[in-house]
């Protein structure tokens, strides 16, 4: 890609307000010696070039580029008469207040938002329609490309070879077809019939073997857009007319005339217009273009916008380029407050009067005929060719938007002038040359002025939905107006929307061949995507689960359960279903004060519970486990244990009471009553000496005779499952599941005693701890563990073991994430394939960074900072990449801890012989609670696996504490009976 001269391409400075002051100035001395001259006020001028004013209120106000006074400037100062008022009013007229410019971009911001909504979309005259290019050239793309443009009179092909350097240098050939106006005017079929025969004949002079061969298709037309290689056309423009085509999709009617032809190598892979062209042309890997102006014939721009701002589409992740379709802005009323006579003149003649009003203000196609009518209204009132017959003038056409641009152009331009007057058949006079010399860049420069409130909107609208205090972004533009006008038009843009949208700053990029090229660009960037969506589907495939697989899952946790709970299968069994005996969930009746510990890491809690009729109230105390204590003797833990209790016993005034006590000790036990429980392994960093293999109440309440505390009396030791369960069991009678979804994850649930073969009795419910972290231990889990976890597995400290807690648990998904990112950065499908050291390091990419990257609507940019905050440098979509991994993940994470429910689910409904089954499920656990789509993929997939139980959700609230009281009340509560 050609780089842009300084001339072409200038960001705005700060300093540029200072020179629009002393600009501002020049202008204002030229007026003052006129009598007629209006007082300065509302009409303050707004458009100034760099070196010399662009509008101006009297005849001979404008200085040329040398920043001399003209000859314009010379017959201003002289006394008109009469004649000089019709050309102030003209100019000023013609001139846009700044305050009016801020007034238009705040509205077209509010269409733009209107276009972008889908409730709002369809009466927003700023359409905000969806291209589906999510992504712009990243300098990789290479191969060989076709390109169809259909142009206003012509239909011009290209073939475009893409080196993979940059795109600094592809190689192009190109041939150009005249379009017959009976085909424009035609049948849609022959229309396409004729593109077709086109390619055909451009592709019989290439020797290309490539098969297929990809197309890219240019068509500058209003389209919704359903996918990259699917459009509705809206409505012809531009001269073109053909039946049967509106409401048709323009890619399949091109592909079928395209195969007509029998050229069957050849497939339609994108749509777009010139100015998706324009956005692409102008990007490479190392400077990104954002937004794109064409201001040619026709106006329009696009801009890529946050995609969960597109409502129109389902993309919520990423960036989609918008094309605005901003040529119709105005037609809801908008801008009647800037329209001038000449502008009504020139609507009323048009094809399609009321509408494109904005194109209109701005288009090539409208601009000289804007032109000619403020001359035949000056003619009108004398101030203009007096003497001439100006029947001529009155011809539609007879002043060109190119002549419009020649004429503005400093002493060469007052001779262009002459010149075409004269061909009209005019004698015009040097003060006739002159104005319209003045009339001509008020035209232009209002243009531009317009273009630039335009671009402010989009600007402003970004930066807001990036949450920038500061945007800084490269716009590509092309067409007529600025290719023949850099200077004067790209400055006006330029300055006028520095002052519109301060905060932003702005580089204008010449695009070169921006339809051609663009369209190649578009084309090779969604090979490129779709081939990088191939290879990462492939590598993320293993983690997507069907629903067979989740059925499947779910059988095998019924047949590990009905093992667990066998009298003689359970020493074998990998999820061990141990009994609680806790035989009763909370019924409302339970009264009393207890006394609750909890102990679970390094932090020991002590509570008072207090179960009423009005509810339950707590209060508590957290106290540290030294090290010294968790890795000391047995006795010196469970004798600091007690020192807590008691301390906290005394700032309650509670001493002097006996309160029945819940112990929640939450490490590894076989429990052999509700009040004996044999410590099997300590975990969580306690090494206490002699307590494995003995009873941990029998050693809380050695520890209280050591103490001489004589008023303790443990009725029930938990794990924290269970006191979820019976936490939220208070609140709502119908839960009798616990799930835990944090660091770890496990379950319980209310068994049939007849159902629990280790243990003696049939009549009634016990809680059954089902310890289904070690799911999968004995292999069965094999089809579904990946790569990417036996890699997250080996480095574990219990290799082979909880593995089933090793796919869905909070301790490991981060770890899981980390080893597929590498993988991918492996196969170059992230961050260009560059080493990235800190990915190497184990746990550097927490659980946590889960929760964060899938909030919805986070934006990509803040996905960036959590990825730069690890020393990773990612690009805008590396993170769209990286946050769909963390999704996979997560994804399946929720699905498995589904299936484990849904077997439990119904297996409780078969025991209880009903058909449908209403259950609620307690549940805790960070990543449950915390993960934004967790819990509802979680739901979501149980409904799908057991579709006859009703299973309601229920978080608990201090379920460790507050549990484990519970346990202590029902026990005493049954105890009464």
């Given amino acids: 890609?050609?780089?842009?001269?300084?001339?072409?391409?200038?960001?705005?400075?700060?300093?540029?307000?200072?020179?629009?002051?002393?600009?501002?100035?020049?202008?204002?001395?030229?007026?003052?010696?006129?009598?007629?001259?209006?007082?300065?006020?509302?009409?303050?001028?707004?458009?100034?070039?760099?070196?010399?004013?662009?509008?101006?209120?009297?005849?001979?106000?404008?200085?040329?580029?040398?920043?001399?006074?003209?000859?314009?400037?010379?017959?201003?100062?002289?006394?008109?008469?009469?004649?000089?008022?019709?050309?102030?009013?003209?100019?000023?007229?013609?001139?846009?207040?700044?305050?009016?410019?801020?007034?238009?971009?705040?509205?077209?911001?509010?269409?733009?938002?209107?276009?972008l909504s889908r409730e709002t979309h369809a009466q927003s005259c700023v359409q905000m329609l969806p291209t589906f290019i999510c992504s712009t050239p990243d300098g990789t793309e290479k191969g060989n490309l076709l390109v169809v443009e259909l142009c206003q009179k012509h239909v011009r092909t290209l073939w475009v070879k893409l080196l993979g350097d940059g795109n600094h240098s592809p190689e192009i050939m190109y041939k150009i077809f005249d379009v017959p106006e009976s085909v424009m005017q035609g049948k849609g079929e022959e229309l396409f019939g004729f593109i077709a025969q086109c390619v055909r004949q451009f592709l019989s002079g290439i020797d290309s073997p490539q098969t297929p061969i990809p197309l890219g298709f240019v068509f500058p037309f209003s389209c919704k857009q359903k996918k990259l290689d699917e459009a509705e056309l809206i409505s012809w423009s531009k001269g073109f007319c053909c039946s049967d085509v509106e409401g048709k999709d323009v890619v399949q009617l091109l592909q079928k005339a395209i195969n007509s032809q029998e050229i069957y190598n050849v497939d339609v892979v994108a749509l777009l217009n010139d100015t998706v062209g324009t956005i692409m042309t102008c990007s490479s890997g190392d400077k990104p273009c954002e937004i794109a102006l064409v201001v040619d014939t026709g106006t329009n721009s696009c801009f890529m916008a946050e995609a969960q701002l597109v409502e129109m589409v389902e993309e919520t992740s990423g960036r989609m380029c918008v094309n605005t379709e901003w040529g119709s802005f105005g037609e809801d009323g908008s801008l009647n407050d800037i329209l001038t006579p000449y502008d009504q003149r020139v609507d009323q003649e048009s094809c399609d009067p009321g509408l494109k009003r904005f194109e209109k203000l701005v288009g090539g196609l409208y601009l000289g005929e804007i032109v000619r009518h403020v001359l035949i209204s000056l003619t009108a009132e004398k101030a203009l060719f007096v003497g001439s017959n100006v029947t001529s003038l009155r011809t539609k056409d007879v002043i060109r938007t190119e002549q419009v641009l020649d004429i503005i152009d400093g002493e060469d331009g007052m001779e262009t002038a002459r010149k075409i007057l004269e061909a009209l058949g005019l004698s015009p006079s040097e003060r006739d040359c002159c104005r319209v010399q003045q009339v001509c860049r008020a035209v232009v420069s209002r243009a531009a002025a317009l273009c630039a409130a335009g671009l402010a909107a989009i600007l402003t609208h970004m930066r807001q939905a990036r949450d920038l205090d500061q945007l800084s972004v490269n716009v590509g533009v092309e067409g007529q107006l600025y290719q023949r006008q850099p200077s004067r038009f790209g400055e006006i843009l330029q300055s006028v929307t520095g002052l519109l949208a301060p905060e932003c700053t702005t580089t204008l990029l010449h695009a070169v061949d921006g339809t051609g090229r663009g369209a190649a660009m578009v084309t090779a960037v969604a090979l490129r995507l779709a081939a990088q969506r191939r290879e990462v589907d492939q590598l993320l495939a293993p983690l997507r689960l069907s629903y067979d697989d989740l059925k499947h899952v779910q059988a095998l946790m019924r047949q590990e359960m009905e093992l667990g709970l066998g009298r003689d299968t359970h020493a074998n069994a990998c999820v061990r279903m141990l009994p609680t005996y806790v035989c009763a969930t909370p019924d409302g009746k339970e009264q009393g004060e207890f006394l609750a510990l909890d102990l679970g890491g390094t932090n020991f809690r002590v509570l008072v519970v207090h179960v009423g009729k009005e509810g339950i109230r707590m209060a508590s105390e957290i106290y540290v486990i030294p090290t010294t204590a968790m890795t000391g003797t047995g006795e010196a833990l469970f004798d600091h244990i007690m020192e807590c209790i008691i301390d906290f016993q005394q700032k309650q005034d509670l001493m002097a009471q006996v309160l029945p006590l819940g112990f929640t000790f939450s490490f590894p036990c076989q429990q052999l009553g509700l009040d004996k429980a044999v410590l099997l392994n300590w975990t969580k960093g306690f090494n206490a000496s002699g307590c494995v293999g003995e009873d941990v109440v029998r050693l809380l309440r050695e520890a209280a005779q050591r103490k001489e505390h004589l008023g303790l009396k443990v009725v029930a030791v938990i794990n924290d499952t269970v006191g979820t369960m019976m936490s939220c069991g208070y609140d709502d009678p119908n839960c009798e599941i616990g799930l835990i979804v944090g660091t770890g994850s496990n379950a319980c649930y209310m068994e049939e005693m007849r159902n629990v073969g280790t243990v003696e009795g049939e009549q009634g419910r016990m809680c059954i701890n089902m310890e289904w972290g070690a799911f999968g231990d004995n292999g069965c889990l094999g089809s579904i563990f990946t790569t990417f976890d036996e890699l997250v597995d080996e480095k574990t400290i219990n290799a082979g073991k909880q593995r089933f807690e090793k796919l869905i648990s909070g301790m490991y998904l981060g770890e899981i994430v980390r080893h597929i990112l590498v993988a991918m950065v492996e196969k170059q499908l992230l961050f260009h394939g560059k080493p990235c050291s800190s990915l190497m390091e184990r746990n550097i990419f927490q659980t946590k960074f889960l929760s964060t990257i899938e909030v919805d609507g986070l934006a990509l940019r803040q996905v960036q900072g959590i990825l730069q905050d690890l020393g990773i440098q990612a690009s805008f979509e590396d993170s769209v990449l990286v946050r769909k991994v963390c999704h996979t993940v997560s994804l399946r994470a929720a699905q498995l801890c589904a299936a484990g429910l849904a077997a439990v689910v119904e297996k409780m409904r078969e025991n209880r012989g009903l058909d449908k089954m209403a259950v609620t499920v307690g549940v805790d656990g960070t990543l449950y609670k915390l993960h934004p789509c967790f819990s509802q993929n979680v739901q979501e997939t149980l409904r799908e696996l057991a579709p006859n139980c009703n299973v309601t959700f229920l978080q608990s609230e201090d379920g460790s504490g507050k549990g484990a009281a519970l346990v202590a009340a029902v026990a005493c509560r049954g105890a009464e009976l």
């Fill in 1 to 115: 890609m050609a780089s842009p001269s300084r001339r072409h391409s200038r960001r705005h400075s700060r300093s540029q307000p200072g020179r629009w002051r002393e600009d501002m100035g020049r202008a204002r001395q030229c007026q003052r010696p006129s009598p007629a001259a209006p007082e300065d006020g509302p009409h303050t001028l707004v458009v100034i070039g760099r070196r010399f004013p662009l509008y101006s209120r009297l005849p001979g106000g404008s200085r040329d580029a040398e920043g001399s006074s003209s000859l314009a400037h010379q017959l201003g100062n002289q006394d008109d008469g009469p004649a000089c008022a019709p050309m102030q009013r003209a100019l000023l007229s013609l001139t846009i207040p700044l305050e009016m410019l801020q007034l238009v971009k705040s509205r077209m911001m509010e269409a733009m938002l209107k276009g």
